[in-house]
């Protein structure tokens, strides 16, 4: 089984920035899509980005040109650059990757906290 790290999170004040890493360890198989979920008190995780081997990135709308996914496949490694955040985006930021087999594989979480 996959096995990813995660590390960046921390507390920042809004309208600051802060970067998310992810690598993944244990790959059998290649990595096809790696992501950014999160998940505030209280709410349901939702998808914040996802990036495709190919470099074909998605945002959803409340993240959009805010954030950065980017990634680098010879380290297994995804990044989240997080910029001009704002309080609502405190949540725990969990990283998630699938392989070209479908499956599918999470990091443990790491909290952001955006004081207002």
């Known amino acids: 089984q996959a096995q990813l790290v995660e590390s960046g999170g921390g507390l920042v004040q809004a309208g600051g920035s802060l970067k998310l890493s992810c690598t993944a360890s244990?790959?059998?198989?290649?990595?096809?899509?790696m992501g950014w979920y999160r998940q505030a008190p209280g709410k349901q995780r939702e998808s914040v980005a996802t990036i495709t081997r190919g470099g074909v990135a998605n945002y959803s709308d409340s993240v959009k040109d805010r954030f950065t996914i980017s990634r680098d496949n010879a380290k297994n490694t995804v990044y989240l650059q997080m910029n001009s955040l704002k309080f609502e985006d405190t949540a725990v930021y969990y990283c998630?990757?699938?392989?070209?087999?479908?499956?599918?594989?999470w990091g443990q979480g790491t909290q952001v906290t955006v004081s207002s």
């Open positions: 998630y990757i699938r392989n070209v087999l479908g499956q599918t594989s």
């Open positions: 244990r790959i059998v198989f290649s990595l096809n899509v």
